[in-house]
């Protein structure tokens, strides 16, 4: 009799055991899952640019060119007015005053993919003819 009371002590203590065991484990998961700090501004997803009142109503243009060059076609829409956007973005990079940005934006007043490929052309061109000796 006295050793099923001390298994049945054994078993209460590997259950004790057990249960401590699950208890630190799962303590650790939710410790893991929850976060220990708030969210930061520096932390969370970058705030964009407000778009200015300029680059609106140039959106509005490119895609009223959009719709009239490929009527009903929404996905060439939406390509031409997105590829638009960025080279638009990236001719904002350059200083107003470069006489390679000026005559570009002169040849193609409403086409900024012309525009940044037509400039980079000529600095590729300027660069390998100042490069020849």
Known sequence: ????????????????????????????????????????????APQQKPETAEKKAIIEKLKAKAKNDWPNDYSM???????????YDYMLT???????????QNDYPLDFSMQKFCYLKQIEARDRLNDIK
């Open 94 to 104: 350059i200083p107003n005053d470069d006489p390679i940005k000026q005559k570009a």
């Open 1 to 44: 009799m006295a050793n099923i009371f001390r298994t049945m002590a054994n078993k209460k203590q590997h259950a004790a055991i057990g249960g401590l065991i699950l208890g630190i484990i799962f303590n650790a998961a939710v410790a893991i899952a929850a976060p220990t700090t708030t969210k930061t501004q520096s932390q969370t």
């Open 77 to 87: 829409q939406e390509f031409s007015v997105k590829k638009q956007i960025a080279a």
